[in-house]
């Protein structure tokens, strides 16, 4: 069964920067394109950024120039690389494959922006 772990996560302030990573236990990343998710507080699960297994990336428009994901299939690892944080960002965030056929979610990782 695929395992995802994600870590990275903690209370920043607003402009600062996060790292996050996903470790995929097996095969999965090695062919199927990966995303990034966020939950906030009250609201639907939503897409912040996706990356094919050839390396094309994709993201929500709230992300887009201050985040940047990446691959690396020989750590078996995703990463959200995640730059001038705002409170809205705010949100636990998850990985898992891209599109409708989701494997089991991991626990996520709470990132917190506050001053």
């Known amino acids: 069964q695929v395992q995802l772990v994600e870590s990275g996560g903690g209370l920043v302030q607003p402009g600062g920067s996060l790292r996050l990573s996903c470790a995929v236990s097996g095969t999965l990343l090695r062919t199927n394109a990966m995303a990034w998710y966020r939950q906030a507080p009250g609201k639907q699960r939503e897409l912040v950024a996706l990356?094919?297994?050839?390396?094309?990336?994709n993201y929500a428009d709230s992300a887009k120039g201050r985040f940047t994901i990446s691959r690396d299939n020989a750590k078996n690892t995703v990463y959200l690389q995640m730059n001038s944080l705002k409170p809205d960002d705010t949100a636990v965030y998850y990985c898992?494959?891209?599109?409708?056929?989701?494997?089991?979610w991991g626990q996520g990782t709470q990132v917190t922006v506050s001053s």
């Open positions: 898992n494959r891209a599109g409708p056929f989701s494997v089991s």
């Open positions: 990356i094919t297994s050839g390396g094309s990336t």
